[in-house]
């Protein structure tokens, strides 16, 4: 599939564009650069790529407004989100926009790769030919993302951290918090606090 995957990235950086063409040739990747959201949205109706890297901040509409106006292009392609907050709240409105996963500046190619790999796996893996499973109510969840964690924490039985998981699945930890919050809620999986000799309680999740 590789040598067949086109990636679209919008960022009104030059620089940024150029290395990541770049870096994308080198994986055999077919690259396709915006500096606009709106010169995205249109590279998007013309080159129906498979994955799609959006910059947080950008000039005229934001990162996103970008992710809502990609969603309604299309449900199912992966987006994912290149931004130097890591503030759970700008995750949360990310993913409830419709954003798949986050990719932190400075960008570290082999984390960008490793993690556009594993979301081109999943959307396979999201196209079963059995019937698909019944829709998740909250916004912002993906079934195949879901899964991903329940099978980490199926395969470490103990109690685990936010940060064990996101280390263990490729995913960044605002993408993972934000699941063990709706899964915790959904008794899908069980939280405790575990307190040491300083700090704050350290959260950590099992399946339920």
């Known amino acids: 599939m590789q ?8 960022d009104d950086e030059e620089q940024i564009c150029f290395a990541l063409e770049a870096l994308f040739r080198l994986q055999k990747w077919n690259v396709v650069t915006a500096r606009s959201v709106e010169k995205g949205l249109i590279a998007f109706r013309e080159f129906q790529p498979d994955i799609v890297l959006i910059d947080y901040h950008m000039p005229g509409i934001n990162g996103v407004e970008g992710v809502k106006m990609l969603r309604q292009l299309s449900p199912t392609v992966p987006i994912i989100v290149f931004t130097i907050d890591e503030s759970q709240a700008v995750a949360d409105a990310f993913l409830e926009a419709g954003a798949s996963d986050f990719s932190l500046k400075p960008i ?5 790769v490793s993690r556009i790999k594993l979301h081109l796996r999943l959307l396979q893996q999201a196209q079963p030919k059995k019937p698909a499973p019944a829709p998740i109510p909250a916004k912002g969840i993906s079934q195949s993302t879901m899964d991903l964690i329940l099978q980490f ?6 109690y685990v951290t936010a940060n064990d998981i996101a280390a263990g699945t490729g995913l960044a930890y605002q993408t993972v918090y934000r699941y063990l919050q709706y899964m915790t809620q959904e008794k899908i999986t069980v939280m405790v606090n575990v307190y040491g000799k300083v700090g704050r309680p350290k959260q950590m999740y099992k399946k339920a």
């Open 108 to 112: 570290k190619a082999p984390d960008l």
């Open 153 to 158: 924490l199926t395969d470490r039985q103990e």
């Open 3 to 10: 040598n067949n995957t086109t990636i679209l990235c919008i």
